[in-house]
């Protein structure tokens, strides 16, 4: 079992950044591919970025290219998404997700609120 917890939102100006963190419970944590999606009002959860266990590549939703960078911290377990050059359209909630078949887990969300 992995317990994810998101940090980091909150409101910000458009143009603003921003730096999300997802912290796991566990070390085996280290083991699995993470990434980050968002929901937004009415609408239904997205993809925004992942990076792999094996290689750490990472992988990006075309809207967030160039302005969101995943990375992550085995020795603290810890994933991150920087997001710089926040847009309105950016607003949502952001959930942590660590997966490695057939296992998947998801944190609680962290809101971001870019104001316009």
């Known amino acids: 079992q992995v317990h994810l917890e998101e940090s980091g939102g909150g409101l910000v100006q458009a143009g603003g950044s921003l730096r999300l963190s997802c912290t796991a419970s566990a070390r085996s944590s280290n083991f699995y591919d993470m990434g980050w999606f968002r929901q937004a009002p009415g609408k239904e959860r997205e993809f925004v970025a992942a990076?792999?266990?094996?290689?750490?590549?990472?992988v990006y939703q075309d809207s967030v290219k160039g302005r969101f960078t995943i990375s992550r911290d085995k020795t603290e377990h810890t994933v991150y998404l920087q997001m710089n050059s926040l847009k309105f359209l950016d607003t949502a909630v952001y959930y942590c997700?660590?997966?490695?078949?057939?296992?998947?887990?998801w944190g609680q969300g962290t809101q971001v609120t870019v104001s316009s």
């Open positions: 997700n660590a997966y490695r078949s057939p296992l998947d887990y």
């Open positions: 990076i792999r266990d094996s290689d750490s590549s990472t």
